[in-house]
């Protein structure tokens, strides 16, 4: 088998220098009646075999690039540059393990400082780590960290937070907190969260862009969390919006818990995506997830080395400030090259051409008779209300060829309101050519 | 919890460096290499976008007004990263023998089908029928994990080992509220991997440590003796940290059941088994299996993983969101707790947006595709054989706490360094110079400066001896009283020790502008 | 007369008049390595013996510090909390952590004496 160098030869050689008949002897300590055991699964076979099955699978889905396409809701179809995806599969990026060994690694340990330095910047921030699972999980440690920083435990979350996001903050850190939900309004009104604050709250929780893409100001939440003790937890899924909007950091942010696949990363079909988590310096000892630092090495050189590690699990073990070990290193690397490779230059370009492109999409889809725009202020995703429920509407229109974006009821499937609402987003890949398909087939089906 | 295997992190009285001084500062193809925010600069991009005016927006008055970000030009993006590349050790350049980590092979064949577009192009929320092919591609993944390891449920969702770990305990919690009970203790064994008791802490249980015997496993009698009806679980690693079989498994797993508790495994050293061992015969009710350790999806300098969750019949019923079903229209996924309970199932929630880790779930299929079933069996069979060889090997002049044979790792410690003023620490990074990224060092944390050697089944032998003869000769070395060699080392990788002191007293996590 | 004595988890207490001053002992500092960070109490919190009162963290390991003797806290060591290099320079010194008011004498008695003390790492 092709990724097995040993030989007969040589496994009757190593048996004979360890000292065992045969390999069953290594196996001898497992219980007589688990030996044996049998699978119902096909032999080996070669790549020829295994990219045909593969191939098979792929053939059976659709890729967004195949047709007009505008969904969003916490994950974005950007162009990923040739440069990135060729460096994050050189060896020693792809094959390289958690930089424990430091003397050996300062590729990975640098390029986590630039990337923690990368996200500080784009956030409006004063620290960040060195990436978590994915955006749903970081802002389930950020509600954490809050409790840990305040001594509370009531997480206050908008409505207009991603619903899996706010799942996943319940399932995670549900046990650790007293969970208050504000009904989700519809979408672009206000939401009323503070009146929700109170002395036992330790953090409120808004999306900025919201799930339905609205954009709003902060500071009043954040001076309102604040006159009460509590916390300002400011999540972002949609990272390029970083490049347009005022950070969350100059908004009065406590946390930014944000997800970082749209720079670097393809759609993957959810995973594995990067999780972005940056917050005030004085509170960096009580963040999760691994902090790469600088020092200089025994010829006096500036280096790189993981750092204040007495907080993860390998050394604090139950007290740690979480269970994460693994974080999204290959990931956070695609995102750190696009950043280096757009600079500000470009990041400011990139983001305008996708809030372009999405007022030129609003305006032309709002031009049908019966079709509003929910969502005045916006970056690159908005709502839509249209005249009849969306799910009879998508429906033809992926029959007419075109993905129309996300049913605000898929995420909200108790939420009658929200029946005739969908969720559009458009990029820098949108051309003009989509939006008149887009037009044509709605002005059809709406 | 004092730490009691302490030793310096900083660099001790360390002789200066013999290497010649270059003009540049880089050494051959070892180039110094500044940060992005010292070589770059933010008017320059190596991505050509229109610019266009936009001097009216929707942004609600929250334009942004600067960044602060710099950008390089396409060929010095390209430099540095590639720079930074080269000074960093990999499995694909040498053996990476991290106990604990299995180190594998990473096919590149794997890389390829991941990149078709119709996987990578594809969007968690697009319409059903236009992903049927990756909802196929996670149901077949999900056969491979159930069959191996003869569980009849699983969850593909969990994002890395220590995420499923929370998952199972989030599902054994569930389970126990639903027969009306609460309980409040995980037992551990005292070899656990520290993400188990920081996973028990998170799901709402304290930790109690069972001892180990002189074996090296769980003892069986302290565990009984720890049972109760106030025990919720215990988290065991089979084989354990100390890379032997826990012979005892059937005994503990009726012991766990009969006093109403549930027996969770811990599968980061499922390569050992794999193909050869099913894990459900063993009685476990939940484990995780690393698709990055196991199933070689690249560790890509710390992440992403994957830690999918198999279950057994009594706690498949609370296998969290989203769960897959199959209706006239093919397959689909019930994502709302409210659509869940529409059909009478009880999730415990959700683990994590969208649906897992889908791109490293094509790497894994296609890692097990090439394999099979016969292919699996092997690569257990060669990373036990591996390891042995090392261990039989080096026994007679390093000292091994637990007499052999062991599994797919092999543990030894720093009793054979005694009297020669070495630790564990002088000794591995004086393997870097030869060539070798050092072992797992310092865990377990129940054998005293413990080396886990974990070579995997992707090394052939010449690798093995010759890592063999430099084990050797370094064991001999040390033991001769040269202890200057290995305080000193390394002294040939792009660094030098490190003072881990400073960087910890005065954090320094971010550049900032002058 | 100070009275200097020593709990099984390497704290030692210096008590004059009735305040107890309390740190880590050389043992425990050597063990841990190089101190990084520490987490101290502060003046009116009230602690019984046995009880966490701060937390000791170096770069490879952190430690619960608990209160030998039951009592209210007057003061903490700010200097360490700059330097944390004190605690391993002069840890039954300069590297105190925090002062008490100490209940009554009854706990004293059960602690160890410095002779003791050093009886009892001689096994560990």
Known sequence: MRYLPLTPDDRRAMLAKIGAHSIDDLFGDVPKSARGARFDLPPHAGEIEVERTLTAFAERNTPAGKMPFFCGAGSYRHHVPATVDHLIQRSEFLTSYTPYQPEIAQGTLQVLFEFQTQIAILTGMEVANASMYDGSTATAEAVLMAHRITGR??????????????????????????????????????????????????????????????????????????????????????????????????????????????????????????????????????????????TIDADGRRSYVLTLSAREQHIRRERATSNICTNSGLCALAFSIHVSLLGEAGLTRLAKLNHAKAIALADRLTSIKGVKLSTPAFFNEFTLELPRPAFAIVDALVDRGINPGVRASRLYPREPKLANHLIVAATELTTDACIDAYFKALKETA | MLNTQGRPTKPERAEPSTAPATISGDRGLDHEEGLIFEIGRTDVTGVDLPDIALNSDRLGGLRRKSIGLPGLSEPETMRHYVRLSQRNASIDASLYPLGSCTMKHNPRLNEKMARLPGFADIHPLQPRKTVQGALELIAELSRWLMTLTGMPAVAMSPKAGAHGELCGLFAIRAAIAARGETRHRILVPESAHGTNPATAALSGFTTENVKANAQGCVDLASLKEKLGPDVAALMLTNPNTCGLFERDMIEIADAVHAAGAYFYCDGANFNAIVGRVKPGDLGIDAMHINLHKTFSTPHGGGGPGAGPVVFSALLAPHAPLPRMVHDNSGLRFIEEMADAEDAGLTPFGRMCAFHGQVGMFVRALTYMLSHGADGLKQVAEDSVLNANYILASLSDVMSAPYEGPCMHEALFDDEFLKDTGLTTLDFAKALIDEGFHPMTVYFPLVVHGAMLIEPTETESKATLDKFIAVMRALATEAKSGNAGHFKNAPTLAPRRRLDETLAARKPILRWKPQ | MADLRFSKSHEWLRVDGGVATIGITKYAADQLGDVVFVELPTAGKKVSAGGEVAVVESVKAASEIYAPVSGEVTEFNAAIKDDPSQVNADPEGQGWFFRMKVAGTGELEKLMTEAQYKDFVKTL
């Open chain 1, 153 to 294: 435990k009531r997480a206050v979350l908008a409505g207009s937070l991603h619903p899996h996001y706010a799942d996943t903050v319940r399932t995670m850190a549900g046990l650790a907190s007293e969970i208050a939900s504000s009904p989700v309004a519809p979408p672009g009104h206000a939401e009323d969260l503070a009146s929700l604050i109170d002395e036992n709250t330790s953090c409120v929780v808004v999306q900025n862009p919201d799930v339905f893409g609205q954009v709003r100001d902060l500071k009043p939440l954040a001076d309102a969390a604040h006159a009460k003790g509590a916390l300002l937890i400011a999540v972002v899924t949609e990272a390029i919006s970083l490049g347009l909007v005022t950070p969350p950091g100059d908004m009065g942010a406590d946390i930014v818990a944000a997800e970082g696949q749209s720079f670097g990363n393809a759609l993957n079909f959810g995973g594995p995506y990067v999780g972005l988590f940056a917050a005030r310096e004085k509170h960096v000892r009580q963040m999760p997830g691994r902090l790469a630092g600088e």
